[in-house]
């Protein structure tokens, strides 16, 4: 994913910055526009808040799934970066299958030019068309994801383990 990082750079140099949350870019060839790193910000409370006070208009999410470690991972970015007021370009990999292309978030193919095509799109988006993908990830977070959403789930899943 850096070569796609490094040619979106170039193309709009300090246009935009570059911030790296818990992943220090160090080891990594330069871009070309300014570039933040950002230690892991803990207690999860504090890290929620603080990334919400930076008011990103879009995250990147990569995931690669080619370890099992990774397979069973939970879509907790996807609630994360809706919570923080932010869209999402995710990985197109399981984890993310509750992601609507388009719709809640945007998936990139795990590959250097469907990176690269799927972030020049966010970046050309307007304001409301973020807006809007971001509207549709707060509904489905709020009909899906939340505990009062999943309780009659739960409560079969209990009822059932216990006949």
């Known amino acids: 994913m850096w070569p796609a990082l490094q040619q979106f750079s170039r193309e709009v140099g300090d246009s935009t910055d570059f911030y790296f949350w818990g992943y220090d870019p160090s080891s990594q060839p330069p871009l070309s526009s300014p ?16 990334f919400r006070e930076m008011r990103f208009d879009a995250v990147l999410s990569p995931l690669f799934d080619q370890h099992r470690i990774q ?7 996807y609630l994360d970066i809706t919570a ?3 869209i999402g ?3 197109d990999v399981k984890v993310y ?4 292309n388009h719709v809640t978030g945007i998936l ?16 050309k988006m307007d304001y409301n068309e973020r807006k809007a993908i971001w509207e549709a990830a707060c509904l489905q977070v709020r009909t899906e ?4 959403s999943q309780a ?10 216990t006949l």
């Open 35 to 50: 570039t933040h790193y950002i230690p892991v910000v803990l207690p999860y409370s504090r890290y929620l808040n603080k």
């Open 71 to 77: 397979q069973a991972k939970s879509p907790i970015k």
């Open 84 to 86: 923080m007021g932010s």
């Open 89 to 91: 370009i995710y990985s």
């Open 97 to 100: 299958q509750c992601v609507r």
């Open 108 to 123: 990139a193919a795990n590959h250097e030019k469907d990176w690269l095509r799927q972030i020049r799109g966010v970046f």
């Open 145 to 148: 994801f939340t505990a009062e």
């Open 152 to 161: 009659v789930d739960i409560d079969r899943i209990v009822l059932a383990a």
